[in-house]
């Protein structure tokens, strides 16, 4: 039996209203408490631990994981909004965000990646994972990621997968039975 679980990173320092999603951003003043609300609710010891390489994801990690060594890994990155990035989504035209919210799965902001290119990288990262002899594993990562494990592991459509709440510090338990039986837990949403 194997297990993944994917924790997502705490409350970033950001306005409200900011595009962001490979915007390397700090974490709020909160941190701690989220940090030992996370805590509580996970055996902080695995076999492996990866992180997205941005600092809101890291700096969880290490925080969580003191005795083991992180591993960064960019195919756990947030989606990457291109131009958007840093931007007020009031301030990006109404046609441009129509235009990519009505197709986002497939369409790109400029100069960056559509959700399916985001399923992608996840797709190649959790290859290698279930080739492992990892069997507990965390990962320290966003939502959009996290999403795309839910979107393979709860035949969930991808146009869909928003539909999710998944909270700053959110924790969800994968466990393979089998390589065609999976279980996913919402340890917090």
């Known amino acids: 039996m194997k297990e993944i ?19 390397d951003l700090d974490v709020t003043d909160s941190f701690d408490q989220e940090l030992e609300d996370i805590r509580l609710r996970i055996d902080t010891s695995f076999q492996r631990v990866y992180s997205s390489p941005l600092m809101r994801c890291t700096k969880l990690a290490n925080a969580l994981f003191t005795n083991t060594t992180i591993e960064t890994d960019k195919r756990l990155m947030e989606l990457n909004f291109g131009e958007w990035e840093g931007r007020e989504w009031n301030a990006i035209p ?3 965000l129509s235009n990519w919210g009505d197709n986002f799965v497939h369409q ?64 969800v338990k994968i466990t393979f039975h089998s390589e065609t039986h999976q279980q996913v837990e919402f340890i917090k949403p």
């Open 108 to 171: 790109a902001p400029p100069k960056g990646e559509s959700f399916d290119s985001l399923l992608q990288r996840v797709d190649s990262f959790m290859k290698e994972q279930t080739n492992s002899d990892n069997n507990h594993v965390a990962i320290v990562t966003h939502s959009g990621i996290i999403r795309a494990f839910l979107c393979k592991y709860l035949h969930i459509p991808a146009e869909k997968v928003f539909n999710l709440q998944l909270n700053y510090g959110a924790i």
């Open 94 to 96: 109404i046609a441009d």
């Open 5 to 23: 679980w994917l924790i997502r990173h705490t409350t970033p320092k950001v306005d409200k209203g900011i595009c962001y999603g490979q915007l």
